[in-house]
């Protein structure tokens, strides 16, 4: 069998960590197959994917800024994409191109790695109203959560998710967070506080009950500061490294044809390139 062609691309793309996820796993595996990282600008995006096949590409996935655009230009969508208005997974079935959206995925597979039993908390917290909220949403919906309340800086667009996901689900401005904590027993921050050495707290979690779960999507730094604060308060914590790990897990199977492993090993190889303290 030929060599078997995947890729990630965005713009800019240079950051991005996913052929070093593949990589491993190709090597791991074996396989006989390559993932590269392609810059591609905008402007050339809907050309890349109608060559894909052309070019010898089995499929691949798809960062910012194209998630939007990958979703509007794929034949088929999976129930995922269609739920969360975004694509990061491509590949080829029957003839057409397919899109998925493997967040919500590796959102909900993180948490069951790391906190059992998630799922069986009652109340959540979402924190921002962007697409990584969006798929956040989406994997509460599908693991049961019948309240879940969105909180942003700008209420309006908090409602507008709430409205897209229906019942069970709210939004609020910010300043509402301080009344929804005493009862929340997932807190998650969608947003990029704490990122890049920021110390500012999109909430303070000491409201938080005793048995809340706090998550945060962010991996850069591991523990960012709304965890820190968590974990003094003997909070059960998740970073956001294993969200990136095991949303990579459906995209390799569907182009190399083996379910892979997120293992120890894996994810202490990330965080030697991320440069951070694991």
Avoid at 65 to 89: D, M, S, Y
Avoid at 163 to 186: I, K, M, N, R, Y
Wanted: hydrophobic share 45%; charged share 20%; glycine share 10%.
């Amino acid at each position: 069998m030929a060599e078997r062609k995947a890729f990630v691309c965005g713009h800019p793309i240079a950051h991005s960590r996913s052929p070093k996820i593949h990589g491993f796993w190709l090597r791991q595996y074996g396989i006989d197959g390559s993932y590269d990282a392609i810059d591609v600008e905008p402007e050339v995006f809907d050309d890349f994917l109608a060559r894909l096949a052309a070019n010898g590409l089995v499929g691949g996935n798809v960062t910012i800024p194209h998630k939007e655009a990958a979703f509007r230009l794929v034949q088929r969508r999976a129930a995922a994409a269609e739920a969360i208005g975004a694509v990061n997974t491509l590949w080829f079935e029957n003839g057409h191109l397919w899109g998925d959206n493997t967040d919500a995925y590796g959102f909900a597979a993180n948490l069951d790695e790391y906190a059992p039993d998630w799922d069986k908390v009652g109340t959540a917290l979402v924190l921002g109203a962007g697409g990584a909220a969006r798929a956040v949403v989406h994997a509460l919906k599908m693991r049961g959560f019948r309240h879940i309340r969105i909180v942003n800086r700008t209420a309006e667009r908090a409602l507008a998710l709430a409205d897209a996901f229906g019942e069970g689900v709210s939004g609020h401005p910010l300043a509402a967070s301080g009344e929804f904590l005493p009862d929340t027993g997932l807190l998650v921050n969608t947003t990029s506080l704490g990122m890049h050495g920021s110390d500012e707290l999109p909430v303070d979690p000491s409201a938080l009950p005793a048995h809340a779960i706090v998550a945060d999507i962010v991996y850069v730094p591991l523990e960012t500061p709304l965890l820190a604060a968590a974990r003094a308060r003997g909070l059960k914590t998740v970073d956001g490294l294993g969200m990136l790990l095991h949303q990579a897990v459906p995209g390799f199977e569907r182009w190399f044809g083996v379910r892979p492993e997120v293992t120890r090993k894996l994810r202490e190889l990330i965080v030697a390139d991320l440069g951070v303290a694991a």
